[in-house]
C-alpha cells in the first residue's frame, strides 16, 4: 500500500512532456485567423541561402560599407547655423536725443551694427575708407528701460530708420528700440498721443560682425572746448580747403587752413569763450580730412568736447554726452615734401 502511495506521488511531481510546437508552414486557416485578432503574423521558415545569393549579398553588403567609409566626415555642428541676433530693447523717453545720436552715426555708414551686452550698448564701427572710427560704448543707465535676454548683434541700415522713423518725430515721443531674434527683425514702437511701429529686416544675421580694434595710442596733448562755437569755426574753415592743421601747445591752440587762394589761422588762447582746458606734455601737431573732422564735434549731441593729439597720430574726440562719453577716432593726412 505503502508502494501505491508513494508511486502515485512519484506519478505526480513528473513534468509533462512538452508539446511539441505546432509548424508555421502547416497553420490551418482557422489559426491564422485566430491569430490576425491578436495582431500575430505567421512565422514562415526562411530558405537557407544558396551560394551565389550568399555571396550577391556579401557583395553588395561590402560595396554599401566602403561607399561610407569614402563619404567625408560630417560634423553636425557645421551644418547648423546660429543665429547671433540679440533679444534685448531699450526706451529712450526724448526721440531727439535719439535721432541725433543716429545721424551721428549715420555721418559715416549706412549700415550700423549695433552690439547688445548685458549692461551696455556698443557701437564700434569704421567708415568704408578705414580712416574714421566711431567708438561709443552707451551704459544701460542711460536708457529709461533696458533688458537683454540674450547678448548679440542687430545690423541694420540706419538710413532707412531716419528716414521712416525720425523723419517727423517729436521730442515727447518715447521711442523703444527691440530686437526680436526670432523674426529677424528690428521693431521701434513710438508712443505719444498714438502708438506706431515700424519693423525693419536685419542684415547678416548668421554671421558675427567684425568689431574693429580700439586704437592704442599714448596722447601728448589735450585740450577742451565749447562745441558750438569750435564746430562753426571749423566749418568755416572748410571754406578756405578741405583739410585744417592743428598745433597744441602749453599756451594754446592753432588751426591753421591754406587754400589756393585763402590762407586762415586761428588762436585759441587758454581761458577764452572757446579754449576751456589745455594739457601738454610734448608739443603735437597733425593735419586732418575736414569731411568727417568738422561732424566729430556735434552741438546736437554734447556741449563740451575733449580732443586729445599726437604729433602726425590719430586724434581722439570725446563728446560729453547724455549718453555718456562717445569716443571718435580720425587718422592723420600725412603730407610728404
Request: hydrophobic letters at 40%.
Amino acid at each position: 500500500m505503502n508502494d501505491a502511495v508513494v508511486t502515485e506521488i512519484v506519478d505526480l511531481n513528473k513534468k509533462p512532456e512538452p508539446k511539441p510546437a505546432p509548424n508555421p508552414n502547416e497553420w490551418t486557416p482557422e489559426q491564422i485567423e485566430e491569430a490576425k485578432l491578436v495582431n500575430v503574423e505567421p512565422i514562415t521558415t526562411q530558405e537557407p541561402l544558396t551560394m551565389e545569393q550568399l555571396e550577391e549579398k556579401t557583395r553588395m553588403e561590402q560595396e554599401i560599407t566602403e561607399l561610407m567609409l569614402s563619404q567625408p566626415e560630417i560634423d553636425p555642428r557645421k551644418t547648423i547655423k546660429t543665429s547671433t541676433v540679440a533679444d534685448a530693447y531699450f526706451t529712450v523717453d526724448d526721440s531727439i536725443l535719439l535721432k541725433n545720436l543716429f545721424e551721428s552715426i549715420h555721418k559715416l555708414v549706412d549700415e550700423v551694427v549695433f552690439q547688445f551686452e548685458p549692461d551696455m550698448l556698443v557701437v564700434r564701427l569704421m567708415d568704408p575708407s578705414r580712416v574714421a572710427m566711431l567708438d561709443y560704448m552707451i551704459n544701460k543707465q542711460y536708457f529709461q528701460e533696458w533688458e537683454v535676454k540674450k547678448p548679440g548683434y542687430a545690423v541694420f541700415n540706419i538710413e532707412e530708420v531716419l528716414k521712416v522713423v525720425f523723419a517727423k518725430i517729436k521730442k515727447e515721443t518715447v521711442v523703444k528700440f527691440s530686437v526680436d531674434h526670432q523674426t529677424d527683425k528690428l521693431v521701434l514702437t513710438l508712443k505719444d498721443s498714438r502708438t506706431r511701429t515700424r519693423e525693419f529686416f536685419l542684415l547678416n544675421t548668421d554671421e558675427v560682425p567684425e568689431t574693429p580694434p580700439k586704437p592704442k595710442i599714448n596722447f601728448n596733448a589735450l585740450f577742451k572746448v565749447v562745441a558750438k562755437q569750435w564746430q562753426e569755426d571749423i566749418k568755416d574753415m572748410h571754406q578756405v580747403t578741405d583739410h585744417i592743421e592743428i598745433h597744441v601747445a602749453p599756451e594754446g591752440v592753432k588751426v591753421k587752413a591754406e587754400g589756393d587762394v585763402v590762407k586762415a589761422e586761428n588762436k585759441y588762447e587758454l581761458g577764452s569763450d572757446i579754449l576751456l582746458n589745455v594739457e601738454v606734455r610734448e608739443y603735437s601737431r597733425a593735419i586732418f580730412s575736414l569731411s568727417y573732422f568738422e561732424d566729430f564735434v556735434d552741438p546736437k549731441l554734447c556741449d563740451i568736447a575733449t580732443l586729445e593729439l599726437t604729433t602726425n597720430m590719430p586724434i581722439r574726440i570725446t563728446m560729453h554726452t547724455k549718453f555718456g562719453d562717445l569716443y571718435s577716432y580720425l587718422a592723420p593726412r600725412i603730407e610728404t615734401d
